[in-house]
């Protein structure tokens, strides 16, 4: 099995950054799909980047340009560096892993705040 557990959340004012950690543990695989994604109140989980399987990244269009997605060369440890941070990405943001041999997994999430 696999465990993930992130880190990093908190509030933001606009125009700020954060950066995220998601820490793997367990049966990882170095061709595992890892993957950030967002849910805000009363709107459906959303994908916000991700690493394929052959180490890829792609972006919602929505982060495209702010956001960046980053991991260690183990595969243990994916990063979210967030900038320009905006009230619209207000959400609860989970990391997520889908292993090589079928496992899906999901963080506990944690919450990111941008306010003033």
């Known amino acids: 099995q696999v465990q993930l557990v992130e880190s990093g959340g908190g509030l933001v004012q606009p125009g700020g950054s954060l950066r995220l950690s998601c820490a793997a543990s367990g049966r990882i695989f170095s061709r595992d799909i890892m993957a950030w994604y967002r849910q805000a109140p009363g709107k459906e989980r959303e994908l916000v980047a991700v690493f394929t399987s052959d180490g890829l990244t792609n972006y919602a269009d929505s982060v495209r340009g702010r956001f960046t997605i980053s991991r260690d060369n183990a595969k243990t440890m994916m990063y979210l560096e967030m900038n320009s941070l905006k009230p619209e990405d207000t959400a609860v943001y989970y990391c997520?892993?889908?292993?090589?041999?079928?496992?899906?997994?999901w963080g506990q999430g944690t919450q990111v705040t941008v306010s003033s």
């Open positions: 997520w892993r889908h292993t090589s041999v079928g496992d899906t997994v």
